[in-house]
């Protein structure tokens, strides 16, 4: 699913006044599931961020 998204997400078509235009984004997503230790969703978050699969920096 992970990799299905970062594909889906890589090219992104806008509509602007002079016409359509197709803008690249560099997407990064990480999978974190919540723990009953988790104090608060940063702890999640920060964790979802160091399992980045598809970072590109």
Request: hydrophobic share 40%.
């Amino acid at each position: 699913m992970v990799e299905k998204l970062y594909l889906f997400l890589t090219v992104v078509a806008v509509e602007l006044e002079d016409g359509k235009k197709n803008i690249k984004v560099k997407p990064s997503i990480g999978a974190a599931s919540f723990q009953e230790s988790d104090i608060d969703v940063i702890e999640v978050y920060e964790r979802a961020r160091t399992e980045l699969t598809y970072d590109r920096g």
